[in-house]
């Protein structure tokens, strides 16, 4: 619910700064994954029925009337203000010199486990900061903000995904410096975050042994796109039915280049690969 | 259930498009590797369009077919399933065609 003008599905954005960070804690903002009437988007395009010498993309195109109905060719992209908007975020982060990671998995795989021992091992060596997203409280967003990063909490409410309206909303609050990571940590899902470009640099999915081996064929549109997948909880392996080779060779099925690595966020088995990953991608400061 | 939002962006392109106009069909392309259920678009659209210019609109959804290459063997296929896959076995393969989803056109009152 929308505390400015009462609209349903508007996600709450919520600036929780690291702790060695002088902003104000806690404060609310509101961020919508949706243009509220009251914001007035100016459009340049109008309807009209005479010919033009070439093609204008600001123009619609009316077919004759039929009837008392007439057809409108808009042939445009569903997602198209979506994909503009992470195109924009990608040009800034570029500009700025940050990088911007996606981690996505089913709930309780371990994203929240893993950014608190990222932020906490690599204080000092690498400037991260986290979108949080989650459905509802600002529990996840608390944990790594204990763990030393700072971090700007989005709670979806009804929706089951970050969009790149709110990540933008997001990176505006938390106005990560040059040289920094921003990783967007999305709500728990394997379907949904699969269809929205958040205007990141890479994706990073992780699948954990106390899940099914076959989630790569399971969920192709994710495993597909992802640049890394972290196989978390290794320690948990001789206690659990998870075939780490027929995750590969899943993986293998529905991606190609996809790197693997297994690591287990609890114990910090492993964890250097993903640390290392990180360190390569992390840009140059900006002067 | 991204197919709610997917909706709502529907909406929110049509209206955005033709502010104030009496849309009285709304045809959308589906394609089969865009990730996006089309009955799941159905049961949406009428709790979407509610109290919008889209109201009472008729729906019409085409779903094309998945069309990929194979980039080791060079064949074109038609994927089975989600999986793309290429009969030879190779899952190194580019989308030629399938990936959309897109408003094609609207009827106007």
């Known amino acids: 619910m929308c505390a400015t003008c009462g609209c349903s599905g508007g996600a709450v954005l919520q600036l929780l700064p690291a702790a060695h960070d002088h902003r104000h804690s806690g404060d609310r903002e509101h961020v919508s994954s949706h243009d509220h009437s009251h914001d007035h988007v100016s459009s340049r395009e109008h309807e009209h029925d005479h010919d033009h010498g070439q093609d204008d993309p600001g123009h619609i195109h009316i077919q004759g009337p039929a009837d008392n109905e007439r057809t409108v060719i808009l042939q445009q992209k569903v997602l198209a203000k979506n994909d503009e908007i992470a195109e924009r975020t990608r040009s800034w982060l570029r500009a700025r010199g940050v990088l911007a990671v996606n981690l996505m998995s089913s709930p309780g795989a371990g994203k929240t486990t893993l950014l608190e021992r990222t932020a906490r091992e690599l204080a000092g060596k690498l400037r991260l900061s986290v979108i949080e997203g989650d459905q509802e409280t600002a529990l996840d967003g608390r944990r790594i903000q204990a763990a030393g990063a700072a971090v700007v909490q989005i709670n979806t409410g009804a929706g089951c995904h970050l969009d790149a309206a709110m990540v933008a909303e997001g990176l505006r609050a938390l106005d990560p410096p040059s040289g920094s990571i921003v990783v967007i940590e999305n709500v728990g899902n394997l379907v949904c975050p699969a269809l929205f470009d958040l205007g990141e640099e890479a994706k990073v999915v992780i699948s954990s042994v106390t899940e099914g081996a076959d989630k790569p064929v399971k969920y192709p549109n994710m495993f597909r796109q992802a640049d890394l997948v972290l196989v978390n909880k290794t320690d948990l392996l001789p206690y659990v039915d998870f075939d780490v080779r027929s995750h590969a060779a899943d993986l293998r099925r529905v991606s190609p280049t996809a790197l693997m690595v297994q690591l287990s966020a609890t114990t910090g088995e492993g964890i250097q690969a993903w640390y290392d990953w990180l360190r390569r991608r992390a840009p140059a400061p900006h002067e | ?109």
Do not use: W
């Open chain 2, 1 to 109: 259930m991204h197919e709610l939002a997917i909706t709502e962006g529907v909406v929110e392109a049509v209206t955005g498009r033709l502010p104030g106009s009496k849309i009285t069909c709304v045809r959308l392309e589906i394609g089969a590797l865009s990730g996006v259920v089309a009955d799941s678009v159905r049961f949406c659209f009428d709790l979407v369009t509610e109290g919008t210019d889209l109201q009472g609109a008729r729906l019409e959804i085409t779903e094309p077919a998945g069309r990929c290459k194979c980039r080791v063997c060079g064949s074109e296929f038609e994927p089975d399933g989600p999986i793309l896959l290429c009969p030879c076995g190779s899952a190194d393969i580019s989308v030629l065609n399938g990936q959309d989803l897109k408003i094609t056109s609207v009827l106007v009152a």
